[in-house]
């Protein structure tokens, strides 16, 4: 047995803990960018805070979707300051801008270097400036891993900048401000977080470390996500998702994807598409697709174990088999009205391109058994 497992220097989770940023932030710089949300005033506790330790601050806000010339723009706004510290403080948006600014600071030449698929895909020489991550948001996990995920519109597909030097210095995770995510928002991150935890569980390169943090995060996430859609005030329950958001970010950066992230990545270059929201559409279609393939052409395999033993995590039955996580999945989804991803945009004649670029995606080659094209076409269709 061999593997490795990498994370933020320093992980501080709780209720209130993000009253304890200022002392923290002060010792690892003295003026910093703040990239936020698209709704910055969000971010004005956090500036307070920051304020009050003497630190000054030059705000970036994300609106939506991070892309190459965003990530760009903030570079040169944190330069021009003279920031040397970056604080990402938001969804998976914000904090992946603040970890790819981070890595540029420090780092010479052009974006283009360092990107994959699209760029010259060079390694990163230097460790990113210091980078603090806040999660607003439970299901991206991003305070936890190491690449951004950048949308690049010439060429209609979402790319990694990617390294081991981008995890975050301090990644501070405070379920406090998750409390007024709106219901739809809470469902689509929460079932991105959780397949986060399911796709690393079999994974080809799932390790006894991230088996742990995969076990736990779909048991807090099978009893909370719900709750926490109906009642955003149950701070159980948001404690839970915020939990089982920190460990799938642990587990896909240790352990890595599968089949939902590989059409994902591919859907959200494509389309006007929340990430989240995909990932929930394919979800359920993914993982019957996925067992009946393992049924038929690896039926002695690790992975349709794990499923029946995710089967039951999710349902709580000590009976239940891969059949029955399926079932749970989809009833949860359509509890949760996920949209379809016809509501986006796709159509059929879209499928070939698709199928083609998500074969090729770096998350496909976690899945734990090679889809056909013809299986590929069937978990559009019926996500559809």
Known sequence: MRFEFATATRILFGAGTLREVGPLAAATGHRALVVTGRTPERARPLLDLLAAQGLETVTFSVGGEPTTEVVRQGTQRAREADCDLVIGFGGGSALDTAKAVAALLTNGGDLDDYLEVVGRGQP??????????????????????????????????????????????????????????????????????????????????????????????????????????????DTA?????????????????????????????????MFPAPHGAVCAALLPHVMAVNVRALCQRAAESEALRRYDEMARLLTGDERAVAADGVAWVQELCAALRVPPLSAYGLTEANFPLVIEKAAASSSMKGNPIVLTTEEMGEILERAL
């Open 124 to 233: 990163l020489k230097q460790p990113s400036a210091p980078c603090i991550a806040i999660p607003t948001t439970a299901g991206t996990g991003a305070e936890v891993t190491r690449n951004a995920v950048l949308l690049v519109p010439e060429h209609g597909v979402k790319v990694s900048l990617r390294s081991p030097l981008m995890l975050p210095r301090l990644a501070l995770v405070d379920p406090e401000l998750t409390y007024t995510m709106p219901p739809e928002v809470t469902a689509s991150t929460g079932l991105d977080a959780l397949t986060q935890l399911m796709e690393p569980f079999v994974s080809h390169r799932a390790n006894p470390l991230t088996d742990g943090l995969c076990r736990e995060g779909m048991r807090r996430a099978a009893r909370s996500l719900r709750r926490a859609c109906a009642h955003g005030d």
């Open 237 to 269: 329950a948001r404690q839970d998702m915020a939990l089982a958001s920190l460990f799938g970010g642990l587990a896909l950066a240790n352990a890595g994807l599968g089949a939902v992230h590989g059409f994902a990545g591919v859907l959200g270059g």
